[in-house]
Structure formats: C-alpha cells, structure tokens
C-alpha cells in the first residue's frame, strides 16, 4: 500500500521581519512492505513502471544562503579526508565565457580551471543532485546538452553557487553550490592533468634491494603499514620479517590491508612438492617455474600476492625466488620494438585455467592484450603467464604478427638482468604487487622440506587503502598506478 505525503519546509532569510523563501523538490517513491517496514528511496523523476505506485512528493528547502558548506559537510563530504590536504584552492577571480559554456576560475596562486557547464551541473553539490557523497541523483534525460552557466557567485570563502539555464530540457533552471577545494581537487586543465600523471607514473629503480620491516610493526603500528603500503605502491615489493612459523599468519598480514580475495584455490593456498606422480599444478614440484603473474584468467586478476615461509630446510639446494617488473620490461620493449609492442596491445591472446577433477571443477577463460595502453599511450596493465596461455584464438592475418612479437617480448623477459632475488627462510613473508611483478623460482632438491602458504588482495581494494592512507599520512599524494588497467 502507498500513502501520498505532502511535506513542505520553509526558511525565512534576512533580519528585522523581512523573508524570502527558496524552494527546491525532490521525489521519492516508497512501496508499503510491512507496516514497520523500511521505504525504498528512488531517484528523483524516475518513475517507477508498477501501477500500484504513486508519486510521493517532498518539497525541500535549498541550503539557504551562508549554510551552502554547512549542509554540504552534513551530508557527509569528507572535507576532512580527502580535501583537506588541497592548497590554493582560494579563489581570485570568477569568470562566465563563451556564452555561458565554460566557467572560468583564476585561483589566488594564479592558475586558470575552465569547467565546462555540464561537467558543473553534473557535479552539483545541492541536497536534491547529491544527497550522499555516494550517491548521484542527475537526471541528464531532464537536462538540455546545451545547458548555459547563466550566474556564478561566491558564498563565503569556500563555496560557488552556480546557476543554469536550459531551453529544450526538462529543467529550465537549476542552482546549486560546488566546493572550491572540490574544484581545484578535480581541475582537469592540462597542467593539472600533467602534475596528476606524473605523480601516478611508475618508477623504476636500478637498486634491486628487497625493502624490509617486521612482522610485529606492520600488525601493530599504522605507520608501519604505511611504509608497507608504500613500498608495495612505489616498488611493488616488500619483505616481511619475523612472521611466526605458524600457518594463517599470512592472512592477518593481509587483512591489515584488505579482505583476502578469494580464488579456485580458496582464501590461502599452500606451496609444497607433492606426491602425486602428476601434481595438478607445477608450483606442487621441484622445477624450476618461469617468470609469470598468478591467476591473469581472472577477468580482475589478483592485485597483491603475499607468501609466507613456514618451512624450508637448509639442507635443500636452490628454490630461490626471483621477480621482475613487467612494466618495466614493457616500457623497454616500448622503446626498443615500437612495432611489436603495439601489436601486443591490439591482438588479444587467450589464458585458461580448466580442472575438472577438483572438489569445485573449474573453467576459467579470458581473452585480452598482454599489454594495454591508455588514450594518453601509457601503459596501465601488463598480464604475463606464458604457462596458461591457450591456442590463440585471432582472425588469420593476425597469428604470424602475434606470434613475432611474442616471441621478441618473451626473450626480452626472460633474459632481462634487473631483478630482485631472494631466497625465502622461515618466518619471511614476501609480498608484491601481482599486476606489476612477476615471480619464478629456480629448481630445488628433494632432500628436506619446503612450504609456502600464501593468498591474495584485489588491486582495488589495495589502491583503496594506499589513498586513504596518503591522505591521512602523506599529505593526500595521488598513489602510483597500480597496473590494475587504471587510465588516469
């Protein structure tokens, strides 16, 4: 059952008796499951198909003038977390040109922001568009393409009112504020664009030396799993000392960072020689195993793999293990074979994981580029497992091409010089970032023991906690691209 409320709030402005009120309204839609029951909030003007709903229609005041930032912080906007590191975000000089097209912003540093009116309409910070920082309420169907910037003025020191104006949409006028420090946060000028690159470009490192830090520190200290964070962003490896010897530590680690993501093998997995005469997996033998990234089936392959030592007996020979970074490598064979990266970034090769022998039978399957650029020719992913890639699948004239720049590509991998080394003790707990090094190990004798227990964290809720943490630690940096197929 549906009950129509009708609810109308009103603010008076002004002094000495004098008032004016500023209306704005937005619709929700609420459906009577039970009477205790919660309603369902719907976007505004977006009707519902069921005929046995009705139009609720809620007037609701505009933050009046001077409660535009007051309104805007209640609603939650996270002045305090992210846009508090943001500078010269005081404006100078505010300017409506080409018609109303763009609104230009001199800021008192002296650098220019042009926002175009719908990328400011879009962005509208007014309780009906964004009632929650997550969640945007625009109805572009209701708003012309053409729409003008018809005013712009300051509300404090802090806040821009912005009014628009349509001819053939729905909404013929609309006022709204935005937040300077959102502003200059999200200016996509080129200088602005090119600063934002050049702090997310990766960095290569001639030193190969594995950084460090102790189990205890990164459990306990938040510091500590920032400079962790750190080292996994800029580097893409770190070493975690003295973790003990029992198993599932490793997932405490993680889950300092993240949530394990969970894969065919489960939350952890294990790494030892097997038995079986024909183990399911080469990991499960002594051989030695090519450089590769885990699990690049996976339409959103694993972003962090950490391993954890419990075991390995002095007595055995070999079974280090060795990493290098494939954007590192990618960018040489850039540089070196133009012709043949770019083939590798157009034509689509074919990974698998098929097991149906398992207790949960798998058939994973995925076709994508070894390599993708962006718009801007960076590469933002690199995905190398030459040990699961299957028959190619491609139109003709594409297989010998493929096929000659992998070949160069592959030779260039595995006989590339710069790389970290190391050979596990237990109680280490190598971590790296799996969209951006890839890991071998070399042959191991059959005289003792060796086990690795190990899992893994999606790359985005990795980038998630490396932001979080430059904001509340690094002076709100941008974090470096992490290889998860990131464009900015």
């Excluded at 290569?204 to 938040?222: A, G, R």
């Excluded at 000392?241 to 294990?270: D, M, W």
């Excluded at 992913?381 to 190619?392: D, G, H, K, N, R």
Aim: one cysteine or more; aromatic letters at 10%.
């Amino acid at each position: 059952m549906l009950v129509p409320i009708l609810c109308t709030f009103r603010a008076k402005l002004g002094a000495l008796g004098k008032t004016c009120c500023k209306m704005r309204t937005i619709i929700f839609y609420c459906r009577r499951l039970t009477p205790l029951s919660t309603p369902r909030l719907y976007s505004p003007d977006f009707h519902s198909s069921s005929t046995d709903e009705k139009e609720l229609k809620v007037d609701i005041i505009a933050e009046v003038s001077g409660s535009h930032l007051e309104g805007i912080k209640k609603r939650g906007f996270y002045l305090d977390d992210i846009y508090q590191h943001v500078k010269g975000d005081g404006v100078k000089d505010l300017k409506i040109v080409e018609d109303g097209k763009h609104l230009q912003i001199t800021w008192e540093d002296g650098h220019v922001s042009r926002f175009y009116s719908m990328w400011l309409r879009h962005n509208c910070h007014c309780g009906v568009c964004l009632p929650h920082t997550s969640t945007v309420l625009v109805n572009f169907s209701k708003i012309d393409e053409n729409i003008k910037v018809t005013s712009a003025k300051m509300d404090g020191d802090n806040v821009i009112v912005i009014g628009w104006t349509g001819e053939t949409g729905e909404e013929k006028y609309h006022e709204g504020p935005l937040l300077t420090k959102f502003l200059r946060y999200h200016c996509y000028s080129d200088a602005a664009d090119k600063q934002r690159r050049e702090q997310r470009a990766m960095r290569f490192y001639d030193d190969k030396t594995i950084p460090e830090l102790e189990y205890k520190d990164v459990i306990s200290s938040d510091e500590a799993l920032y400079k962790w964070l750190l080292a996994l962003s800029e580097r893409g490896i770190c070493l975690i000392k003295n973790v003990p010897s029992e198993k599932e530590h490793v997932l405490k680690a993680a889950e300092r960072i993240a949530p394990v993501q969970h894969t065919i093998y489960g939350n952890t997995f294990e790494v030892e020689t097997s038995p079986d005469p024909i183990p399911e997996n080469a990991a499960h033998t002594r051989i030695g195993l090519d450089l590769h990234m885990d699990q690049i089936h996976y339409e959103s392959p694993p972003g962090l793999q950490l391993l954890h030592c419990v075991k390995f007996d002095e007595c055995i020979q070999g079974g280090e293990n060795f990493f290098v970074d494939m954007h590192e490598v990618a960018q040489k064979f850039k540089e070196e074979e133009p012709e043949l990266f770019y083939t590798l970034t157009r034509i689509p090769s074919t990974a698998n994981t098929v097991d149906y022998k398992r207790a949960r039978p798998a058939h994973v399957r995925i076709q994508r580029p070894l390599i993708t650029i962006n718009h801007k020719d960076e590469i933002v992913s690199v995905l190398w497992q030459p040990m699961l890639i299957a028959p190619l699948q491609v139109p003709e004239k594409d297989v010998e091409a493929f096929y000659k720049a992998y070949g160069k590509f592959y030779s260039l991998v595995h006989t590339y010089k710069s790389m970290y080394v190391h050979r596990l003790r237990p109680g280490d707990m190598i971590s790296f970032n799996n969209r951006r090094i890839s890991h071998g190990r070399r042959a191991y004798t059959d005289n003792g023991h060796r086990l690795l227990q190990g899992c893994y964290i999606n790359a985005s809720e990795f980038q998630s906690k490396v932001q979080m943490f430059h904001n509340k630690y690094g002076g709100g940096k941008w974090p470096v691209r992490n290889g998860a197929i990131d464009w900015q």
